[in-house]
């Protein structure tokens, strides 16, 4: 058969790992029952940083968009992170009928409608695995092992950093701003945490999961990512305004803080979605899921209840995720929501409201919804 072309922009954290895959064990990437993968094209801007790191100078270009219009390329392979250039690029490769494999989970929550009808009009492929839950088998699953469910809700912890942070707190008695320093110190928080510590990063991922969920695209900014308080104003977002003081007098009830992404289909077709610190039992499979580890649940008819837990962050986590989407377009298995119906255009009238529910007082006046 002949080989599939693959050109990869971004050789950071993520991206060094998909060349490394390459240099390293390219057999591998060569399924028996699908077409063979080759690297034809690494795009980075820094490219002698990329040589330091052991990638071939005669692989790198610092120019994304003519590798993408080249035509060396049959699928384009995109690690940079963040929303421009990466979506120009991604539309690009798209409208030209490449297939596009991306870790990015901004642009696909944020730019989900264009890019699946840019998808589909040009008959090409959108593979996102790595978007969500790092290197956790969980979007495939969703798309087509639970195709013939229906299902009711997702839920689950997707941001490592927060988890580390709230379960440091929880451990060492420690207050935000110091388990904060401690987290950068190791790499688990960027210089600038907001995207993590407010819950955005999770919103993001929510986002992708009530696509394959419920068959639509809801606006990031429509999830709530704030907890109520005592006061009857919304709270700080994210885990920013978890105190030392609410995790030990929620510990003391039996309880751990764990922020909790949730969506879930209500009765009169509204989607429910909140990213917020909830109160979940400590014994339960949420408060036992401690550090950098990511846990998702889907609950569904007539299956029941599914759980996924894994690593959920890190080069090598996202890269295979990255090199099973690879391997799934060299098989012909099409993009990541697999037969479901377009959603693109079905997305505009959809109510999404927070998730509502019973919530326990906090010292510091928030109000933490209630998890089991």
Same mark, same amino acid.
């Given at each position: ?22 240099? +390293? !064990? ?31 100078? +005669? ?7 003519? @590798? ?9 392979? &995109? ?7 990466? =979506? ?6 798209? %409208?030209? %009928? ?7 989970? =901004? ?6 409608? &264009?890019?699946?009808?840019?998808? !589909? ?28 469910? !229906? ?7 997707? /941001?490592?950093?927060? /988890? ?25 928080? &960027? ?75 209500? +009765? ?19 408060? !036992?899921?401690?550090?950098?580890? /990511? ?5 569904? +008819? ?7 837990? %894994? ?21 012909? @298995? ?39």
């Amino acid at each position: 058969m002949q080989p599939l072309r693959v050109g990869v922009i971004g050789a950071g954290t993520v991206g060094r790992e998909v060349v490394r895959a390459f240099l +390293e !064990r390219s057999p591998r990437l060569a399924p028996a029952d699908g077409r063979p993968l080759v690297l034809t094209g690494v795009a980075e801007k820094f490219t002698e940083r990329a040589i330091a790191h052991g990638i071939p100078a +005669e692989l790198l270009t610092d120019a994304p968009a003519h @590798l993408i219009a080249s035509g060396e390329c049959d699928v384009i392979v &995109e690690t940079m992170g963040g929303d421009e250039p990466a =979506h120009t690029l991604v539309a690009a490769a798209l %409208g030209a %009928g490449l297939a596009v494999v991306t870790a990015n989970k =901004h642009i696909v929550a944020h730019h989900g409608p &264009e890019l699946e009808a840019l998808a !589909r009009g040009t008959d090409s492929t959108l593979r996102f695995e790595a978007a969500v839950g790092g290197g956790i088998p969980l979007l495939g699953p969703i798309a087509q092992d639970l195709a013939g469910d !229906r299902i009711a809700r997702v839920r689950g912890i997707l /941001n490592g950093t927060t /988890n580390y942070m709230l379960t440091a707190m929880a451990r060492d008695g420690r207050d935000y701003a110091d388990v904060l320093r401690e987290a950068q110190a190791k790499g688990y928080a &960027e210089a600038d945490p907001t995207a993590d510590v407010e819950g955005l990063d999770a919103v993001n991922k929510l986002v992708i999961l009530a696509r394959l969920a419920f068959g639509v695209w809801i606006p990031p900014d429509a999830v709530s990512n704030c907890p109520g308080s005592t006061s009857g104003r919304p709270g700080a977002p994210g885990i920013t305004g978890v105190t030392a003081a609410d995790v030990a007098a929620l510990a003391a009830e039996g309880r751990a803080v764990r922020l909790i992404a949730t969506t879930r289909l209500a +009765e009169d077709g509204a989607i429910e979605a909140s990213v917020v610190p909830t109160a979940v039992p400590a014994g339960s499979a949420f408060g !036992r899921c401690d550090g950098v580890l /990511n846990r998702v649940e889907v609950d569904a +008819e007539p299956v029941g209840r599914v759980a996924f837990e %894994g690593p959920g962050a890190g080069g090598a986590a996202a890269g295979a995720a990255v090199l099973s989407d690879l391997v799934s377009i060299a098989r012909g @298995l099409g993009s990541t929501w697999a037969g479901a119906v377009r959603a693109e255009a079905s997305s505009a009238g959809v109510v999404v409201r927070p998730v509502a529910g019973e919530c326990v007082a906090a010292p510091s006046g928030a109000c933490y919804p209630v998890g089991d």
